[in-house]
């Protein structure tokens, strides 16, 4: 595979994943509003804070590269929040909803994790060291936002769903 290639593919790649994140932004709002844990609701508008972050690091990237963000539908990240829409459309008892939230969430948080791990890989490869230090940023906030998501299920929204059941 040629260096020119691999450059398309990252781009390619790049603009799926910015349309991920563009997607979630729109989901993020609607999940917090549907969270009655008020922790998980902040949980869901500081990710918001840092997904508007992430966008604004990819177009910097996309500057980078003398490319264009548009044109790439994530239709992964398109089916984990029809997901997410269809629980939430659900007749679930409020913590019992915030036990399915976690999940659904974390469902992209991992998805979003794979993502930034093989672009920052990839941009390595092609020796675009500024990219990938700035892909490694987004990879580190995605782990973060997974372990706080893990935190919360573990320390309260599981227990509370368990007891109201």
Do not use: W
């Not at 917090?32 to 609701?41: M, N, R, V």
């Not at 990219?131 to 995605?142: D, F, G, P, S, V």
């Amino acid at each position: 595979m040629s260096e020119q290639a691999l450059k398309d593919l990252l781009i390619e790649e790049l603009q799926d994943t910015y349309s991920a994140e563009t997607q979630i932004t729109e989901a993020l709002p609607k999940m917090a509003q549907a969270a009655s844990s008020p922790q998980l609701k902040q949980a869901f508008e500081t990710h918001l804070r840092e997904t508007e972050g992430q966008i604004r690091r990819l177009e910097q990237i996309f500057q980078i590269l003398g490319a264009q963000p548009g044109g790439n539908t994530c239709e992964a990240t398109q089916g984990l929040i029809e997901e997410a829409e269809e629980i939430m459309g659900e007749d679930h008892p409020p913590e019992v909803l915030d036990v399915a939230l976690v999940m659904a969430a974390q469902k992209v948080e991992h998805y979003e994790i794979a993502s930034y791990g093989s672009l920052r890989t990839l941009a390595q490869t092609c020796g675009m060291d500024d990219i990938a230090r700035l892909l490694e940023q987004t990879l580190e906030e995605e782990k973060a936002t997974d372990q706080k998501l893990n935190q919360l299920a573990e320390g309260d929204i599981n227990q509370r769903a368990f007891k109201a059941a």
